[in-house]
């Protein structure tokens, strides 16, 4: 079972890039690693995924290492309204309908003006 | 990204009263769908995954009679949390498993139980 570290929190000003990086040294050959960002009384919402090497898309990107024991998040000229949790998720299907799902702890961003 | 729609947002019930919860995806079939709780401030913790057309899978510590989980179409999971206690109060929040384009899961919006 994939267990996922991160850091507690992190604090960042307005306009800069945000990086949040998330252990995961249990990774097996078939897990996804997917990010995604809580506001309070709201479910998750997808930001990006990867499985190798790196992915971008218009809100992120998602650096993953060859081992793949640890991905990072990259937010880029974040806003006051990118104050969230961010949570890093490493899953797979373990097959006959089970699956390995395990939410870490995840990272408060607070962005400051 | 695909639409998981969660509804009621929220809802208020006594004591000893049954609660339905549904989950649909909106734009895509979901064979797999899953049940989270979070309580404030905690991460989400899994209660069960949900297969099309078979029963539940419960996660440890979470009991089945009393949150009953019907997935009858591909597009609708439904959790009924039975005889509602204040201790039941939760967020709970629903995800699909998107697999048209990528393997991708999807979050509901989620549904504050409140228990008096």
């Known amino acids: 079972l994939a267990k996922t570290t991160q850091p507690i929190s992190m604090d960042s000003y307005e306009g800069q890039e945000v990086n949040i990086t998330c252990s995961h040294n249990n990774i097996a050959t078939n897990d996804y690693i997917t990010w995604y960002q809580q506001f309070p009384s709201q479910g998750p919402r997808f930001i990006i995924q990867g499985y190798k090497t790196k992915v971008t898309n218009e809100v992120a990107s998602l650096f993953i290492p060859a081992d793949r024991k640890s991905s990072t998040l990259s937010l880029p000229r974040v806003s006051l309204s990118d104050t969230a949790v961010y949570y890093c998720l490493v899953w797979a299907d373990s097959g006959a309908g089970s699956y390995q799902l395990t939410f870490g702890k995840g990272t408060k961003l607070s962005v400051i003006p | 990204g695909a639409v998981v729609s969660q509804h009621p947002s929220w809802v208020i019930c006594k004591s000893g009263t049954s609660v339905k919860i549904e989950c649909r995806s909106l734009?895509?079939?979901?064979?797999?769908m899953f049940w989270y709780r979070q309580f404030p401030k905690q991460s989400l913790m899994l209660m069960a995954t949900?297969?099309?057309?078979?029963?539940?899978?419960?996660e440890q510590g979470v009991e089945k009679d009393k949150f009953l989980i019907n997935h009858a179409s591909l597009t609708l999971s439904t959790l009924t949390v039975t005889s509602a206690h204040p201790e039941d109060s939760s967020f709970y929040i629903c995800?699909?498993?998107?697999?048209?384009?990528?393997?991708?899961?999807?979050f509901g919006s989620g549904t504050q139980l409140s228990v008096l």
């Open positions: 995800s699909a498993r998107e697999r048209k384009f990528d393997e991708k899961l999807f």
């Open positions: 949900s297969n099309e057309g078979s029963k539940a899978t419960y």
């Open positions: 734009d895509f079939q979901a064979t797999t």
